[in-house]
């Protein structure tokens, strides 16, 4: 039977083409909140409701999906938020295993992206059929004609059915909060969007009357109740204090426990509730063992959901303790037990992630889906007050057919016309391989095939050779054999040779870039500074002017220095060779060298 009091919802689309922002506007024009009680819950540089994490705020992205009840008449929406990054691709793939309907955004001026297309495939294995909305048609440069036909091309393209592939279409402006189906009819609000989500959207399948079966998609902590396992019913139903059994995805094992409190998503938090019915999507308290994946079933009926399928992680990263002269002065070094513990508590809820143990006790290699996904796993780890030191981001190569092979990853850069050149000549030179080009307004689309690796530092770069307009995407195409090496960094770096405090007298006679200001601590090792030649080499920047008795006209003068290069830590990830390490602790990023000593590194080089 179809559950028609319910809908289950999921919001995909590329990274920054508008899905929080028309969210919250559907939540804002729901009536169920006030506009006082929505205010409070506003915060940060953007002022997003469902962007509720501090690292989500301060970068502009989602990163975590996430969950909100509404209500159209009698019907209960449950509304999914997910990740538009290609990083956090599997928050989306688990997700959509939730939803029965999906609207997928497309902005109105850039058009479908990598993870629009990424997003529409998943949506595809998943059995939906999307409802297609052309966000942000108040642009100036919107293109909306352009942009139904190239949404159409890419449904035929992944293979859309006849079905599918005549998609309900709306053309909406996420921060105006209007929405319509015809352009050529004045919008007022969002009611078409929720209109489609009555009748577009399918209700539920469901089968009450069958042995319960819930799947495990994501997991929250609390302190005061513990863990608590989100997921969809599939069948049967699920009541407070009742007996069941979990069927464990990784080796099919099964235990018994007690669902402690049933809740369900009402507007923005949960509410506890007696009993919830197939095709709910719910919150369950009190099975503490659960993992994502994990089946909860009748206590004498165990009978598992199939297992969730994740796209596997492309980069590796070593963790380690941190054992640098500094260690300790801004937080607490992770010993290799406490790192340990770290990283399980994280693969818990992490799926993408994968750990397993490195060279040494004290080292880690954390694999994910790209810099971004393991950079906000390290500055979490920053913000909670733990220092640790991490190397060179690496590509996973495999072996498939008896050949080596490496991801690719297919690249889209936008940029004004005058950098065009630019662009061209850091991506070929990376090994890039030119697919199209497409320009409008005074803007370039460009698109590659690129190696993984040659992406790492590219940013960086990209960002510099066109004074900062450059607009990078890339998501993960597939493997493919192993070229050339990669070329490494071009220039070499200023290391520390003693520790002490920078000096201006000493910094004043370095020629090249340096990344440490007048009256900061360095100690033997650290990278300091870049300069223009492909060496390596060992500087003084602690050496205080010697004191004399004889003065001179202008001997006293004043040093004039260039203010630093800031690392952020990406950019620094992205700057260290394979000799190297980032220090990351709560209060500063440093770059290092694997071994300190020079005469270590001579030896090390010689062996």
């Given at each position: 039977?179809?559950?028609?009091?319910?809908?289950?919802?999921?919001?995909?689309?590329?990274?920054?083409?508008?899905?929080?922002t028309?969210?919250?506007?559907?939540?804002?024009?729901s009536?169920?909140?006030?506009?006082?009680?929505?205010?409070?819950?506003?915060?940060?540089?953007?002022?997003?409701?469902?962007?509720?994490?501090?690292?989500?705020?301060?970068?502009?992205?989602?990163?975590l999906?996430?969950n909100?009840?509404?209500?159209?008449?009698?019907?209960?929406?449950?509304?999914?938020?997910?990740?538009?990054?290609?990083?956090?691709?599997?928050?989306?793939?688990?997700?959509?295993?939730?939803?029965?309907?999906?609207?997928?955004?497309?902005?109105a001026?850039?058009?479908?992206?990598?993870?629009?297309?990424?997003?529409?495939?998943?949506?595809f294995?998943?059995?939906?059929?999307?409802?297609?909305?052309?966000?942000?048609?108040?642009?100036p440069?919107?293109?909306?004609?352009d942009?139904?036909?190239?949404?159409?091309?890419?449904f035929?393209?992944?293979g859309?059915?006849?079905?599918?592939?005549?998609?309900?279409?709306?053309?909406?402006?996420?921060?105006?909060?209007?929405a319509t189906?015809?352009?050529?009819?004045?919008?007022?609000?969002?009611?078409?969007?929720?209109?489609?989500?009555?009748?577009?959207v399918p209700a539920?399948?469901?089968?009450?009357?069958a042995?319960?079966?819930?799947?495990?998609?994501?997991?929250?902590?609390?302190?005061?109740?513990?863990?608590?396992a989100?997921g969809k019913?599939?069948?049967?139903?699920?009541?407070?204090?009742?007996?069941v059994?979990?069927?464990?995805?990784?080796d099919?094992?099964?235990?018994p426990?007690?669902?402690?409190?049933v809740?369900?998503?009402?507007?923005?938090?949960?509410?506890?509730?007696?009993?919830?019915?197939?095709?709910?999507?719910?919150?369950?308290?009190?099975?503490?063992d659960?993992?994502?994946?994990?089946?909860?079933?009748?206590?004498?009926?165990?009978?598992?959901?199939?297992?969730?399928?994740?796209?596997?992680p492309t980069l590796?990263m070593?963790?380690?303790?941190?054992?640098?002269?500094?260690?300790?002065?801004?937080?607490?070094p992770?010993?290799?037990?406490?790192?340990r513990?770290?990283?399980?508590k994280e693969?818990?809820?992490?799926?993408?992630l994968?750990?397993?143990?490195?060279?040494?006790?004290?080292?880690?290699?954390?694999?994910?889906?790209?810099?971004?996904?393991?950079?906000?796993?390290?500055?979490?780890i920053?913000?909670?007050?733990?220092?640790?030191?991490?190397?060179?981001?690496?590509?996973i190569?495999?072996?498939?057919?008896?050949q080596?092979?490496?991801?690719?990853?297919?690249?889209?850069?936008e940029?004004?016309n005058?950098?065009?050149?630019t662009?061209?000549r850091?991506?070929?030179?990376?090994?890039?391989?030119?697919?199209?080009?497409?320009?409008?307004?005074?803007?370039?689309?460009?698109?590659?095939?690129?190696?993984?690796?040659?992406?790492?530092?590219?940013?960086?770069?990209?960002?510099?050779?066109?004074?900062?307009?450059?607009?990078?995407?890339?998501?993960?195409?597939?493997?493919?054999?192993?070229?050339?090496?990669?070329?490494?960094?071009?220039?070499?770096?200023?290391?520390?040779?003693?520790?002490?405090?920078?000096?201006?007298?000493?910094?004043?006679?370095?020629?090249?870039?340096?990344?440490?200001?007048?009256?900061?601590?360095?100690?033997?090792g650290?990278?300091?500074?870049?300069h223009?030649?492909?060496?390596?080499?060992?500087?003084?920047?602690?050496?205080?002017?010697?004191?004399t008795?004889?003065?001179?006209?202008?001997?006293?003068?004043?040093?004039?220095?260039?203010?630093?290069?800031?690392?952020?830590?990406?950019?620094?990830?992205?700057?260290?060779?394979?000799?190297?390490?980032?220090?990351?602790?709560?209060?500063?990023?440093?770059?290092?060298?694997?071994?300190?000593?020079?005469?270590?590194?001579?030896?090390?080089?010689?062996?």
């Amino acid at each position: 039977m179809k559950r028609n009091d319910i809908r289950n919802v999921a919001v995909i689309a590329h990274v920054d083409h508008g899905k929080t922002t028309l969210v919250d506007q559907m939540l804002r024009q729901s009536g169920q909140f006030r506009t006082e009680e929505l205010d409070k819950l506003v915060g940060g540089q953007h002022g997003l409701i469902m962007d509720s994490n501090d690292q989500e705020r301060e970068r502009g992205i989602t990163i975590l999906a996430k969950n909100c009840g509404i209500r159209i008449g009698d019907v209960k929406v449950n509304l999914i938020d997910t990740p538009g990054h290609a990083d956090f691709g599997g928050e989306v793939e688990r997700i959509l295993k939730m939803a029965d309907g999906a609207f997928v955004l497309v902005d109105a001026a850039e058009g479908p992206l990598p993870q629009t297309r990424f997003v529409l495939k998943k949506a595809f294995a998943a059995g939906l059929r999307p409802i297609v909305i052309i966000n942000k048609i108040d642009r100036p440069d919107a293109r909306i004609a352009d942009v139904h036909a190239l949404m159409f091309d890419l449904f035929i393209e992944l293979g859309a059915d006849d079905d599918t592939a005549v998609f309900p279409i709306i053309y909406a402006s996420g921060r105006a909060g209007i929405a319509t189906t015809d352009l050529d009819v004045e919008p007022k609000d969002l009611s078409p969007l929720f209109d489609a989500i009555l009748e577009k959207v399918p209700a539920p399948d469901v089968d009450e009357s069958a042995p319960l079966q819930m799947q495990v998609m994501a997991l929250q902590y609390s302190e005061f109740v513990g863990k608590i396992a989100i997921g969809k019913i599939f069948a049967g139903k699920i009541r407070k204090n009742q007996k069941v059994s979990v069927v464990k995805q990784k080796d099919g094992t099964v235990f018994p426990d007690t669902v402690v409190q049933v809740l369900e998503f009402d507007r923005l938090a949960k509410r506890e509730v007696e009993e919830l019915k197939a095709g709910d999507v719910c919150a369950i308290v009190g099975i503490d063992d659960a993992d994502i994946g994990d089946t909860i079933c009748e206590l004498d009926k165990p009978h598992a959901l199939p297992p969730l399928t994740i796209d596997e992680p492309t980069l590796d990263m070593v963790f380690r303790v941190n054992d640098s002269p500094f260690a300790g002065q801004d937080g607490k070094p992770l010993t290799s037990r406490e790192l340990r513990d770290r990283l399980q508590k994280e693969l818990q809820h992490n799926v993408a992630l994968r750990v397993k143990p490195g060279a040494r006790e004290s080292e880690f290699i954390v694999s994910g889906r790209g810099l971004l996904h393991l950079g906000v796993l390290l500055e979490t780890i920053r913000r909670e007050g733990g220092e640790l030191a991490v190397g060179k981001p690496q590509v996973i190569v495999k072996e498939i057919d008896g050949q080596k092979q490496e991801p690719y990853e297919h690249l889209v850069v936008e940029v004004p016309n005058e950098h065009q050149n630019t662009v061209m000549r850091l991506v070929l030179e990376r090994q890039g391989e030119f697919q199209r080009m497409e320009s409008h307004r005074g803007s370039t689309q460009v698109e590659f095939h690129i190696p993984a690796r040659s992406l790492i530092g590219l940013r960086t770069r990209m960002l510099t050779g066109t004074q900062g307009t450059a607009i990078m995407h890339h998501n993960f195409l597939a493997y493919r054999p192993v070229r050339g090496a990669q070329a490494g960094r071009p220039t070499g770096v200023f290391i520390s040779k003693d520790t002490g405090k920078v000096t201006a007298y000493s910094a004043e006679d370095l020629s090249g870039n340096l990344f440490v200001a007048p009256q900061d601590a360095v100690y033997e090792g650290q990278i300091v500074g870049e300069h223009g030649r492909d060496n390596d080499m060992v500087v003084n920047v602690t050496r205080a002017k010697p004191l004399t008795n004889m003065r001179a006209s202008g001997s006293d003068k004043a040093a004039v220095l260039k203010p630093p290069t800031v690392f952020s830590m990406e950019m620094a990830l992205e700057f260290i060779e394979d000799d190297e390490l980032v220090e990351i602790t709560p209060a500063a990023v440093r770059m290092r060298k694997l071994y300190l000593k020079e005469g270590d590194r001579k030896r090390q080089s010689r062996s």
